[in-house]
């Protein structure tokens, strides 16, 4: 394999997930539940302690225990008190694998109850004016109303909320920009209406508060970290509701002293929750996260199997860059180089709104080549009735994706820990199997266990060179999130979102982002810098507000993810086999399960009979102990035990359609954990970062955004801009045709320039934009316009025109004093491309005159400076014709012979225009806006950017010959 690209994150906590009971124990009926599971399931349901106790041996309930009995053994993802997380530590060498059994469980009330409890708190006398009020930063004003997306209580859906815009709510936000206590507010309202009555204004505020316009600092920002001791602080002596919360903190305080599943303990939660319920008024679950009491030790070389692992995922995933629609869209816009601020970008009037920020990794079309692979490696197993591949570095490159796209600048793996053997066990030979999960930042699982386990603080891969690292502090779309989003510190600046601001935090309205060819960054107004967002929480991108989604998505823009091995279409094969990369699984074997046994599944009598079959008659046959194939519920069965046998009819129908084996297979030591009654399942989390520096993008000329409007034209103003949509193949003929028409309407405006263009609301198109004086525009150029449009639609050469606002690439072409000069040369390169394609009909005669027109640009714009034409990449096709091309180029510019020669008056025109423009652009831009001045120049005469990189080639050879002859 080429050289690895992911390493261990240095200094980054690597986190063990572990199931609290043992993996073998337990039979799940009735009284033989483990105490443990009982708490588990009693934490989910209010009634659940008697149905567990009184249940008996068989039935519907039964099962459900069951299933409860073996996810608590042998699924190590952390969810109530089945399992626990702890630090590993790492060692050059060896390992020590210990779970005991004083684990340290942090309870309490949900976040669901506990915003229920703030709501409810508003109305209690003394507390507001013991509260500081911020103004929500994702509350935008339209119109004559302030609006923001407001969280449901429940499991409902985010809503839409609105206010009046009157001068009282107004003035409140604005008081509460930077935090205000109740009485500043009241002053502030006080001096402008003295007559308004104090119990008017606190109606306000509260419900002001509770549509979510105001936040408070009555809860605190980490609902999983003693919420309650931080509510008391908030609350005044006296309060009714004091003493119930500070009895209520004490029980679960005690409750956390005792062990686990104890009937003490059972007795406390239950109690506690009686009083939550109470309190709240709501009867929602307690919340529990537990830290085991296990001492993890792991050699430094299976993180770098994890590495390595990774490193070749990250090579054969099919995926789609970071963003990329979203770039697509906003290059589209904007253009590159222009800074536009962050809010407006994601507003839906006015900017791009959230449409094309993606909730998942985004799937690439696989090239045939790959499935082709793919399939013969299945077929080659299938044949020889292998239920394991083992890839090498040559396959792994067969199936790597082509391209130049970077990987992201981080990476988190979730590794189960396995051991060929008892010998190799007990010898610390481990290995993993890495198909359980991951993502695409490091420390991002670590994050909600900040405040559980100290020393687990995440750290961030090194940011591009003079970037800032800010963490972004969102609260989630749905409260019942919360306690697994909490700020982690891993930065010292934050951008708060939907959070009050503190001292040194980037506000929202100080972000802009900018593009690139390959990518969107972040930066600050205020700081001119760049900003590397990096937010660490699991909470899925659609639950997050869109701000925090996109910067969540920011620091590995343009970067394609990593996915676990697929086999794509393949999947609907009866078997795929085990694929392993050297110590390490990448994907366990799998069984699609047929029609005829998926059917089977809904007579429950039958159904033992029918899966006995399929396991004796399929080839491989599948192993005792199978693991369901599902996204949420992997979990493993034994096909000898009966209850396993009638989980798994249920899960198959409820729409399950594959199993797997353990990671493994059957003769693998899954349990490699030793605790006190038997052996334990372990997940590690492990962090990674990538080995080569983040690119680094080219610092934008401008540092600061245009003022709001500036340079954006709407129809009836000085600009008229016509977007005229017909097929790329007809614009030649139509601009043939337009250069017939313009000589009877230059008295109409005084510049003008057509580009070609395509979007996916309008396809290809033309626009044509004319400068003029609006009444002269609208009143005879629009109707002559027009006129003409309609005979091209009579042609069919064209389906209509519209017209559209125009919006200047300001910062593109050197900032607001040289638009105009560069507006001046579009028009004078627009005329002299229309005399180009009257002159020249053969692609290889553009192609010459394009040269020729980029190194004109080249020498009148950049002083001759060949960076101005960059160093583009040709295909091998476009190599092949360099020598034929190169001599047509020199040739012409030695003679003069090109289609349209040097003495047609169109070139001084653009010539004078050029230089005009040069005077205007400061030194450090004149290379880059020659570059774009030429970019449009191939855009209007050849249509084609494999053709533009093949001009600039031919250019830079020809000033290259110049340059060598003085």
């Keep these: 394999m080429r050289s690895r690209l992911f390493t261990p994150l240095p200094g980054a906590a690597v986190l063990a997930r572990i199931p609290l009971l043992p993996m073998d124990g337990g039979d799940g009926e009735g009284r033989g539940l483990d105490p443990l599971v009982v708490e588990g399931i009693t934490l989910t349901s209010r009634g659940a302690v008697p149905s567990v106790l009184g249940t ?75 509260l500081t009020f911020t103004t929500n930063n994702l509350v935008r004003r339209r119109g004559q109303r302030f609006e923001h997306e407001q969280q449901p209580l429940g499991a409902g859906t985010p809503q839409l909320v609105t206010i009046r815009a009157t001068a009282a709510s107004a003035l409140v936000l604005r008081s509460c920009e930077q935090g205000a206590r109740y009485n500043a507010v009241s002053a502030a309202v006080g001096v402008r209406w003295p007559a308004v009555p104090e119990p008017t204004l606190r109606g306000m505020v509260i419900e002001m508060t509770r549509q979510g316009f105001l936040l408070t600092d009555l809860l605190p920002i980490d609902l999983g970290d003693d919420p309650l001791l931080h509510l008391l602080s908030r609350l005044p002596d006296g309060c009714d509701v004091l003493g119930p919360l500070e009895d209520l903190l004490s029980r679960l305080h005690a409750a956390d002293l005792l062990p686990l599943g104890s009937t003490p303990r059972l007795a406390a939660l239950a109690a506690a929750r009686e009083a939550s319920a109470r309190i709240c008024g709501q009867d929602n679950p307690l919340c529990v996260d537990v830290a085991a009491d296990a001492a993890i030790t ?17 090579m054969m995933s099919c995926t789609k860059p970071t963003l990329a629609a979203y770039h697509a869209r906003f290059v589209d816009r904007w253009g590159h180089g222009r800074f536009v601020p962050l809010v407006d970008v994601l507003d839906p009037v006015i900017g791009l709104g959230a449409e094309g920020i993606e909730t998942s990794i985004e799937p690439a079309d696989v090239p045939a080549e790959r499935l082709a692979v793919l399939a013969a490696l299945l077929g080659d197993a299938t044949a020889h009735g292998r239920t394991e591949i083992i890839l090498d570095d040559a396959t792994v490159a067969a199936l790597a994706v082509p391209g130049t796209d970077p990987p992201p600048p981080g990476a988190e793996a979730y590794a189960r820990v396995l051991a060929v053997s008892e010998e190799d066990l007990a ?43 800010a963490e972004v502090v969102a609260r989630p779309r749905i409260p019942v999130l919360a306690t697994i989003a909490p700020p982690t510190g891993v930065a010292p600046i934050r951008i708060p979102v939907g959070f009050p601001a503190r001292p040194g935090d980037l506000r929202l309205d100080d972000l802009l982002l900018v593009a690139d060819a390959t990518r969107l960054t972040l930066w600050s107004r205020d700081r001119r810098c760049q900003v590397m967002p990096v937010l660490n929480s699991r909470i899925g991108p659609r639950y997050l507000p869109a701000e925090a989604r996109l910067l969540a998505l920011l620091s590995r823009s343009g970067c394609r993810p990593w996915r676990l091995f697929s086999w794509g279409s393949l999947r609907d094969t009866a078997f795929q086999p085990r694929v392993r990369y ?4 990448l994907a366990p074997a799998r069984w699609r399960l047929p029609r005829p046994l998926t059917d089977a599944a809904r007579d429950i009598a039958a159904w033992p009979a029918h899966l006995r079959s399929w396991q004796t008659s399929t080839v491989p046959p599948p192993p005792t102990v199978v693991v369901t194939d599902d996204d949420e519920r992997q979990l493993p069965l034994d096909l000898d035990d009966p209850r396993d046998v009638e989980l798994l009819r249920r899960y198959v129908r409820r729409g399950l359609r594959a199993i797997t084996e353990q990671p493994g297979g059957d003769g693998t030591v899954q349990d490699v954990v030793t605790g006190r009654s038997g052996r334990h399942l372990l997940e590690l989390v492990i962090p990674l970062a990538a080995t080569a520096p983040p690119p680094t993008p080219t610092r934008p000329r401008i540092a600061l955004p245009r003022p709001a409007r500036a340079g954006h034209y709407l129809p009836g103003g000085p600009w008229l801009s016509l977007a005229i949509g017909a097929p790329a193949a007809q614009h030649d003929e139509i ?7 313009l000589p009877r309407m230059r008295g109409m405006f005084d510049r003008w320039f057509w580009l070609r263009y395509r ?73 002299l491309v229309l005399a180009m394609l009257t002159a020249a009909h053969e692609p290889d005669q553009r192609l010459v005159m394009a040269a020729l027109t980029a190194a004109t640009v080249a020498r009148a714009l950049a002083n001759g400076d060949r960076t101005a034409l960059g160093r583009p990449r040709l295909d091998r096709a476009a190599h092949r014709r ?58 209007r005469l050849l249509g084609d950017t494999a053709q533009e990189r093949l001009a600039r080639v031919l250019a830079t050879n020809l000033l290259a010959r110049e340059t060598a002859s003085w």
């Excluded at 792991?298 to 990250?314: F, I, N, Q, T």
């Excluded at 930042?441 to 591009?464: E, I, K, N, Q, Y």
């Excluded at 050297?582 to 699984?585: A, F, V």
């Excluded at 601009?735 to 028409?741: E, K, M, P, S, V």
């Design 427 to 469: 010898a610390g030979r481990l290995h993993l199997a890495l198909y359980v999960g991951g993502t695409q930042d490091a420390g991002s699982s670590a994050g909600r266990f900040t405040s559980l386990l100290p020393g687990t603080t995440p750290r961030v891969a090194d940011p591009p060179a003079g970037a800032l690292v």
């Design 56 to 130: 008996s041996g068989a039935g519907r309930l039964a099962e459900t225990l069951r299933a409860f009995d073996r996810r608590a053994r042998l699924r190590p993802t952390p969810r109530a008190v089945f399992a626990g997380v702890q630090r590993v530590v790492v060692g050059e060498r060896g390992c020590a694998l210990r779970l005991d059994g004083d684990h340290r469980p942090r309870s309490g009330p949900s976040p669901v109850s506990l915003t229920a409890l703030a709501d409810q708190l508003m109305d209690v006398p003394g507390v507001l004016e013991r």
């Design 735 to 741: 601009l043939t045709d337009l250069a017939r028409l």
């Design 298 to 314: 792991v050699p430094r070389a299976l993180l770098e199997d994890a590495a390595e692992a990774v490193s070749v995922l990250w």
């Design 759 to 831: 979007t996916k609301a309008l396809g290809p198109h033309l626009r044509v934009r004319f400068h003029g004086v609006p009444a002269v525009l609208g009143g005879e150029l629009l109707p002559e316009v027009s006129q003409w449009g309609a005979s091209l639609v009579t042609d069919a050469l064209a389906h209509g025109f519209s017209v559209e606002p125009y919006d200047q690439e300001i910062e593109r072409y050197g900032g607001p004093t040289a638009i105009e000069a560069a507006e001046d040369v579009f028009a004078a390169d627009s005329d």
């Design 882 to 939: 360099l020598a034929d091309l190169r001599r047509l180029v020199n040739d012409a510019a030695r003679d003069g012979t090109a289609a349209l020669p040097p003495s047609h008056p169109a070139w001084d025109v653009y010539l004078n225009a050029l230089h005009a423009y040069h005077d205007r652009l400061p030194a450090d831009r004149r290379a880059d806006c020659a570059s774009s001045v030429f970019h449009m120049h191939a855009n």
């Design 582 to 585: 050297r110590s390490t699984i």
